[in-house]
């Protein structure tokens, strides 16, 4: 038996998948395997002026000059949902990030509501004015990035929403000496399923030249 847990030295052997030959869906191999995973919390007003307020968490910086942020909401039976649609209406979003304080809220928020009705007031959380867009920020929230919408691109079953930021929000509970401080920022990421994880962890590694 060898450290690998296989006999003959032979490694163990693990599960293929042939996507070929796969009848089902890789969501759960792909939302289990890419993990942790930021959760863009987007708050976005539609044209009716309903404050709609979703999280997805197939999130990433897309771009740094200029700066773009990017989700990916995956697409309803019947096309957008209210988000991507709203950012594509209105060309505005704001993306809030999500904080251990707000776990309980965010999930609130994923619930499936009527058009017409506000995440915000579902969660009972607060609005703050956004500065340089119309829909609302989260009050609280440590960072938020407000965002005009730069792109939307189809992917298969996916909407991605690349938007540019215009205006950053930085609680002073985040910053050190005037700078974000990455310690500071207690973010929760996404796992699969229920679960999710803490930032608190953390190490440091020196990148080789």
């Known amino acids: 038996m060898t450290d690998n847990g296989s006999e003959n030295g032979e490694r163990a052997e693990g599960l293929e998948i042939d996507v070929?030959?796969?009848?089902?869906?890789?969501?759960?191999?792909?939302?289990?395997?890419?993990?942790?995973?930021?959760?863009a919390w987007v708050?976005?007003?539609?044209e009716e002026g309903v404050d709609n307020l979703a999280p997805y968490s197939f999130f990433t910086v897309a771009s740094v000059e200029p700066p773009i942020l990017l989700f990916a909401p995956v697409d309803d039976t019947d096309g957008l949902k209210d988000t991507p649609r709203n950012a594509?209406?209105?060309g505005e979003f704001v993306i809030n990030l999500v904080t251990e304080e707000f776990a309980e809220a965010m999930n609130e928020t994923s619930a499936t509501l009527p058009v017409d009705e506000s995440e915000f007031d579902h969660a009972g959380l607060e609005r703050a004015d956004s500065t340089a867009v119309d829909p609302p920020r989260v009050a609280g929230a440590a960072v938020a990035f407000e965002c005009t919408l730069h792109d939307l691109v189809d992917v298969g079953g996916s909407t991605l929403v690349l938007g540019e930021v215009r205006h950053v929000?930085?609680?002073?509970?985040?910053?050190?000496d005037g700078t974000i401080d990455v310690a500071e920022i207690d973010a929760v990421g996404r796992l699969t399923g229920s679960f999710y994880a803490r930032t608190e962890d953390r190490f440091s590694l020196e990148r080789p030249p």
């Not at 708050?43 to 539609?46: A, C, G, I, N």
């Open 20 to 39: 070929d030959d796969h009848d089902s869906s890789l969501y759960r191999v792909l939302s289990s395997a890419v993990v942790p995973r930021p959760i």
């Open 88 to 90: 594509r209406d209105t």
């Open 43 to 46: 708050s976005t007003r539609s």
């Open 169 to 176: 929000h930085l609680a002073d509970s985040v910053t050190t």
